[in-house]
């Protein structure tokens, strides 16, 4: 088999981790990076072996790039969508596709007609326990989903000059409970949310959220619950529930070791959370490049897809819609 | 310490376990019990070895007996407490004290002036280990709590019969969250409902729900998720998640026994949860009577008292609004 | 069915949980307590509403009494149960039978022509977990036993009075896991026993150990392991795994609370173990009483009998004699 | 830094993990590896692109290449031990030095004047979950040890074919626990053996046993039991128990995923133990290599070394004796 040639753009903490998962994925040939700053791209090029492009039209240019992963500041991912497409690669993008849902839309206008290849950075969806909980649950093991809890806590609040940018609680965080949402419960037909301010009073200044408890209605009647919070002493705190006719699945956290310790005070204590999506998420991070790359190989769709990277926006700005009228939003098809 | 007389109204599954836990109580003298079903009345006195009273009269004319408990049909509650009162008698009444929350303010109005004493049955609140988990948070083990999320799920819906007369989900089994998201949050400023009927179609012909996901936000800011659904084949799943500023506490089920299994299929099984709420809170129905009775019997004020149950009853109504409108419900004060 | 008149000798701690028991048993009439502190047994005498035995001869006199409990010091078992027996009374007694193997042996001897019914008090076997654990082993859920692991750690050694006259830790506490060990794995072979003074020097001095590790082979072939510790910081830690071919069961601890804390040092702590073996074992407890009582009621053998009680004191014997010899000790049939 | 030239010396399953992991690692640069099965190596070789040695000779040869790592049959560690030593390079050798206790320590007796570096594959001292335990013991935050119960139980027994050449249960698995006991409670003074044959009839022709229990008598006092199967349906059971004055602290099993599952039968039931050794121990793998290596670069003893790698032979070997004597065995200093 061929090996695939691909380039990352982007080289922040996350398009690290991509570039280095890439560059020792068996089926990949990593073959340049970019960063508008460019020392940071030469760090990693000089670290991976690999070329630092000087100019994303270098990639553009690069045949032998067949594929590259949008790793930049979220107001550029539309832009470079659009200009890889038109360059004929396929894309795997983080997420969000943008702040506005209306931009994320005219990206897909721009491009549909160039039989894109678009693949979201929906992480999670690769976490081996919770990619195991929803196949456990497709199979039926616990019948019809009937109701679902998605629990997702930071550490702790981003740096202020980050939040400024970040396109708000929902548009930045939350937009990972919307798409596992709907990874478990299909496509969402209502949305409620509440917010408040409890974590940190800049955030509120900042006119956002740094708390939330959001209530979903799928089309297929089963009901979601999304709770959220920026600050998590124990570390990141990462849980699904699924609750069907059958039964219930839930899939948990993940620590540093499996040791307990009884004492005086207190039995059966555990590490804490492991702290950094980076560890948390790791084998999810491997296996959604894997599944990229695999996808691209076999000639097979990419999932999640742009689409689901629209309607995961669309949820987000529907929570936002609810939170400021105190109403439910309901999502037409 | 005299013993304090006291006597049983309602024979029915809940009226002979209070029966039952006075019945061995060292500082009650359980002189009589009544039903409007006679026979069960005289099977309960026949048990215990105490009267049965022919009318309820009989139990407002004995001087002997100062407190009462109210374990009769809900559309009973009223006209009961408010006869009770007048014949100066102590009332613990179970839950709600009215499917109507202008019955239920009313009742006050007609008693407010004689110095009642009533408590109101919400068991959960002595459950040892939700009573921890509450009296931990007030330690302020946690920091200031953030989020709850509350969890409760009946093993199977009750007979149709029942349901008909149950004035639905929300006043018949989510009361006893609403009042734990008081109990753990304080009062409650809003209130967003979903609901679905998932679980039996039945249930949805009577106008009902079986499932339902529920915000609340405290006027402290608290946010509070309740999900409930109508059937659960492990058991009665009864769980409480606080979370705060400085940690997580929570409170879970209980199993028969602490036997786990490992096997070539899985590992660390356990048996089912405690399936009966007679069961689950077995100490919690004891541990409430003896609040009650120690209360009376040291001149205290009784907690949760007839306000606790107007409030949980106002939630259950804001709720069925919610629900109905798609609306965000704002409480006053 | 007609009430079974009984009498408790000793009214120590054991003596009055037995007596208590027995006051509230539906199938018992507790007719007399008798202690040679004679205010102790007119203090439980007060408490139950029964009488208070001046010498055990009434007791042995009295017709109505068909059946006693032997809670008293170790030393008196054997005549008390010889007294019992021939005044023909069933005998429920507390382990060991005796320090001496050669005087249980002997009692048996004086006794066996009188078709004793003589229960020893090995509680555990009682106790709703390790009893589900075993029905579960003997139906086969894990196929053949092949070892065992029964830990159990004393939250803190007795006092140095009773310490003096308790037999040493094989045949005051060891007696117990011997007697799972069998309940478990059938008849032992073989046994090995490591001891050691950690916990507190005065043991030492009387010539005891407060720790142990002890292996024991079953003519099964099976093995089963024991560690006890006479101190225990969390509790009183009580538990069983049982390995088989087809895999494993385990039965736990019991803890106050189902309470866990999450925080910025660690996670999932829970409450420490429930420290008294009355609270540990409150239902095996009641359910000895309850398996006592209807043996007698329906003509049944009692379970474990007066050969279990010599057979567990045998292995805390030959435990004792491997310790001294560093050999292990074979045991004739 | 300068990278560090290795060569690996058997290609089998344990040495192309070896092998992998020096490929990847930062310090190191594998330059040869070596088989007697020519094409294993060259496979190997040729997937890590390095060279395949034809001979030893050339690899003691290679002034490049400064330390080794023999992963080769047990009958050849010591021959190629001491002509490593010989020809100047630091050795990482699998575990056991070899069959027989007097050739270990006359190897050591060939080499002790050389300034040998040895280091034992003893790799479950570095399991973060097992290493994190015993750092905290030797932190004291459980006191002084009083017990450890080490259990380690196969999911299946090695192919007959292995069996026949293993050097029996103690040498080939239970040496690990061996060395695990040293590592958590120091050297070990007395040693108890008890070993069935109860999983594979085939095994017991061999001479071997397939399932022991053993207690083993720290020079500090502290007591130690193993429990060993060759066959495990759940997986591969290896956990650790450590009990002090203080506390206990215990290390447990790693699972595939977090998912637990609730249904009508059972709850809270999760995924099958990780089976392989491969797995369950890879983070182990590569710590011990990265501790290797470390040691080399820095100067430092590394450990466990070569009379670690003694000692344990020495527990299997006095196990062994008392298996067949059915004495304890004493080890001198």
Redesign the interface.
Known sequence: MATLGMAVLGCGRIGRLHARNLA?HPRVRLAQVFDVAGEAAQQVAAELGVRSARSVDEIWDERNVRAVVIATPTDTHVPLIVAAVKAGKAVFCEKPIDMSLERARACWGEIAADAPVVMIGFNRRFD??YR??RE?LKLG??G?L??A?I?S?DPAPPPAGYLQSSGGLFRDMTIHDFDMARYLAGDIA?V?A?G????DAEIGRLGDID?????L?ARS?????I?N?R?????Y?QRLEA?G?????????????????????????????LHSFIERYAQAYEAEMDAFVAALAEGRPVSPDFADGVEALRLAVAAGESLRT???V?LGP
């Open positions: 020792r081996p326990s195991a909980l456990r093991e616990i019809r009937e109701l809890v629990t806590r209502r409620h509440f408040a301010n409890l974590v708390t939330c408890a959001i209530s209605r009647g089963a009901l979601v619950q709770n919070s600050r998590c002493v124990y570390g705190d609750f006719s059958g039964g219930m699945l839930q899939a948990g956290n993940r620590h540093e070791t499996s040791v307990a310790s009884w004492n005086a005070e207190r039995t059966t204590g555990r590490d804490v959370v105190g109403r439910v309901e």
